[in-house]
């Protein structure tokens, strides 16, 4: 069948399962992945991810950070240059891309047959290890844990979620923590003229938050502001630092106003909320406290982690830092055991997995106490990428084994599936000496 007698529908189906749009896909991928690792150098880890692999499309390529990461400006400055763009997808869009020309050509289009099976299962592990990326992108929590020597928590903050939490001051110190919480997308879109009220049967007021600003900080107001909150206005701030690069999330400091109304009476109180606020906004309501902040969303660990000991190893002769490491006790209920935690060798228990990630010898600080920092992260997807990557090894491996069985004139599958056997016995066997 010529292509000019194909249905609109059959032409969108040989397109997208095509095998030139699967390597158009994958230069892509790998331009992406190679001017993200050099801006990487000079904005970090976490913008470059966010700008060129989790982002549907890429608005600018930093062609200065790219230039001085291979060193040429040693031949020729050229400053800092950035090439907006607006079109080219990201690896959000071409990881979806992929994923459908897989499905169709991989799995739906490709000949079936006893010869085809070992590749088939393959595609459908590479379809396996996508839709974990995808799952991770969207479920997973990820936040830090700050512990001195001797210290215990079960809590760590978010590093992307904000939340407004107002909790009741309690008087007796034995009392159980009650706190109310408002996520930030049912505020965040209220900035300028926009107000929202939130209310509760268990507080005395109801909350009106306005003026959400994502980077701002208060800034001492004149007399003449109409939107001075005790002397001081939210500022809004960019989000681009001196190069033009987006600052990462986790730097930015956002704020708002927020105007408690009484339920009883026509008493107001109006205070600013603002993320890096060293207090939080205290509301008085006849001898009962509440304090109102805009902070990291906090979650809560089923274990708890003590830091016994903390070290850091330097390079020999230098100040630069080769390993963090940490001795920790879990702290399950009554049940205590001893881990060990270093760079890139995180513990996994009960769905989470605790990495090491800074260290602090106290001497800034001028407290002499030393610390440790914990990334937290609680991923549903957190071995689906060893489990794909095993699939694939065992469906590549049943292809080229039944190759071979045929160029060697033996039975297919009772050659292929005794070696595979055989192979996965000897690498259990392995895994189970070296755990």
Known sequence: MS???????????????????????????????????????????VASQARYFE???IDR???????????????????????????????????????????????MRIRKSPKTIGVIISHFAILFMIAAGAVTHHFAKEGNMNLREGQTADEFLSFHDRVIEIEKVQT?????????????????????????TFTSESLPFDLLITGWKKNAQPK?????????????????????????????????????????????????????????????????????????SLVHRTYKLPFAVRLDQTEEEKHPGTERARRFSSKVTKINGDHEEKRYITMNEPVRSEGYAVFQSTFSSGEREGTGVKSSGFMIVENPADHWPLISCIIVAEGLLLHFLMMLA??????????????????NAAFALAMWKLL
């Open 3 to 45: 292509d000019s007698s194909k249905s609109l529908p059959a032409k969108v189906f040989a397109f997208l399962s095509s095998f030139g749009l699967a390597t158009s896909v994958l230069v892509m991928l790998l331009v992406l992945t190679f001017l993200g690792t050099l801006e990487q150098a000079e904005h970090g880890l």
């Open 55 to 57: 982002s549907a499309f």
């Open 61 to 107: 390529i930093d062609i200065g950070a790219c230039w001085r990461a291979l060193a040429f400006n040693a031949y020729w400055d050229i400053g800092n240059v950035s090439l907006p763009l607006y079109i080219v997808p990201g690896g959000y869009t071409l990881m979806a891309i992929l994923f459908v020309n897989l499905l169709l050509g991989g799995i």
């Open 172 to 196: 007796d110190d034995k009392a159980k923590r009650s706190v109310l919480v408002i996520d930030e997308a049912k505020y965040r879109d209220l900035t300028d003229g926009k107000g929202r």
């Open 220 to 292: 001492r107001a004149d007399g003449s502001r109409a939107d001075a909150v005790d002397g001081y206005f939210i500022q809004e701030l960019p989000h681009l630092d001196e190069s033009g690069a987006a600052m990462p999330d986790e730097q930015l400091g956002s704020a708002c106003v927020a105007i408690a109304k009484m339920k009883k009476g026509d008493e107001k109180q109006t205070g600013i909320l603002w993320e890096f606020a060293a207090a939080p906004w205290t509301v008085t309501v006849g001898a009962d406290k509440y304090l109102i």
């Open 406 to 423: 045929r160029f060697i004139k033996v039975n297919p599958w009772a050659f292929s599936l005794s070696l595979i056997a055989a192979f």
